[in-house]
């Protein structure tokens, strides 16, 4: 099992969770981004850097990804892909995707771009806050004292 992080806009509190888990629990934790990342010394630790483009990270991921590793993003398409894989897919925000939520996330990702191609101004999330954090890292230990042996 593995863990890979859609890192481009993944909040640096995250990162910094994954890093401790990693080592914590020695479990090899990949960084994909088009940029260039600052990453802890680990041998369970490590970043890709990929091209700049369209969903050129979110294709890394998938193409390398097996099931049973764990993705962290909050983009619903990767999320969805990495499902369909058998992999598992968790937020920033704590929160688990799953066969069962997916559709109707990708249904609403999708009514949301159609209203906002119209014109219409439909907002964003809110701002990322300690609820957040603590979701996100409670979900995590809980995920890895299941899956880690």
């Known amino acids: ?16 969770i994954l890093f401790r888990a ?3 629990v020695e479990i090899k934790t990949t960084l994909v981004a088009n940029q260039e990342l600052q ?6 630790i490590e970043s890709v850097l990929v091209r700049s483009g369209l969903d050129v990270a979110d294709s890394y991921i998938v193409q390398h990804l097996q099931s049973g590793d764990l993705v962290i993003t909050a983009d619903i398409p990767l999320a969805a892909e990495a499902i369909e894989k058998g992999a598992y897919a968790l ?4 929160e688990f995707y799953d066969r069962g939520n997916i559709r109707e996330r990708l249904s609403m990702r999708n009514f949301l771009n159609e209203l906002r191609s119209g014109g219409v101004e439909t907002g964003g999330p809110p701002p990322f806050n300690q609820r957040d954090t603590a979701a996100f890292a409670n979900q995590l230990d809980r995920f890895l004292t299941k899956h880690i042996k």
């Open 39 to 44: 990453i802890p010394g680990s041998s369970y």
């Open 22 to 24: 990693a080592k914590r």
């Open 91 to 94: 937020n920033p925000r704590g």
């Open 1 to 16: 099992m593995q863990i890979w992080v859609d890192a481009d806009a993944c909040p640096n509190v995250i990162k910094e």
